[in-house]
């Protein structure tokens, strides 16, 4: 559940459903769910709220990264960006700063002096401004699939990392941080966060439970 403000003292409230879940279609219904996940004081001003607009839904089937940069030709003077190129699923947050991250790049791409084409340019150079959030996001979905052991690993990891988050500001900044492309990836496995993580483990699961 994400409780979003906006301007003009409104919110977004927006509930996120897997799999064969059936996604509320009126207030009842998003309400009833709601229920089950918001804390007492997100729940009160929820059922006291003014809903502006109906309950939109929205289906996403899964992400899509199309690798342009692997093309050997490509017609001239096309681009393609945004969701075309590298589309993740929305309820991480990241995609209008993939596509701004994109057009960064492209603009470094046309000041560069090269006699390569613009496009195989581009798309290398937006491989790679979008890959460390791709994967990202890949290990988010990976946390609610039943894919390969590599994939549960990852997936592992996520689950591990967004327990904390939800008990740790601190932990919960840098995850948000790294989904907003305003810090790497990496950071996230870094020392200081890792013990972050595995306190949150040890709080919420007695060693004696790591050990079986
Ligand atoms: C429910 C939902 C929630 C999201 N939440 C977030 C969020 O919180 N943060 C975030 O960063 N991202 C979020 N995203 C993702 C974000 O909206 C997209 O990544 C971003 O809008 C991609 O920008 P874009 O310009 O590539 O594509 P779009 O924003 O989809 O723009 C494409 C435009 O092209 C137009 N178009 C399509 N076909 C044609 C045609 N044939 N001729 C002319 N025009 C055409 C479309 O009408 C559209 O206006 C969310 C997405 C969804 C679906």
Not at 26 to 43: K, S, Y
Not at 104 to 133: K, M, W
Not at 186 to 197: A, D, E, K, Q
Request: with cysteine; hydrophobic share 45%.
């Amino acid at each position: 559940m994400v409780f979003a403000a906006q301007e003009n003292a409104t919110w977004v409230p927006s509930l996120q459903i897997y799999g064969d879940h059936k996604a509320p279609s009126n207030d009842a219904e998003f309400l009833a769910l709601a229920a089950t996940l918001a804390p007492p004081d997100v729940m009160h001003h929820l059922q006291s709220a003014q809903p502006l607009d109906p309950i939109a839904v929205y289906r996403f089937p899964c992400g899509i990264r199309r690798r342009y940069d692997q093309l050997r030709r490509f017609p001239g003077r096309l681009l393609v960006i945004g969701d075309t190129l590298c589309s993740v699923n929305p309820v991480y947050g990241a995609g209008v700063s993939l596509a701004a991250a994109e057009a960064i790049a492209l603009g470094e791409c046309l000041a560069e002096e090269s006699s390569a084409p613009l496009a195989r340019r581009f798309f290398r150079t937006a491989h790679r401004t979008t890959y460390p959030t791709w994967w990202l996001a890949k290990c988010g979905d990976y946390s609610l699939s039943q894919a390969g052991l590599g994939a549960r690993l990852l997936g592992s990891g996520f689950r591990l990392l967004s327990a904390a988050a939800a008990e740790d500001p601190a932990t919960a900044t840098a995850m948000l941080r790294s989904l907003a492309l305003v810090d790497s990836p990496s950071t996230l496995v870094h020392p200081r966060i890792l013990r972050r993580i595995l306190r949150s483990r040890l709080r919420n699961q007695p060693v004696e439970a790591l050990r079986r």
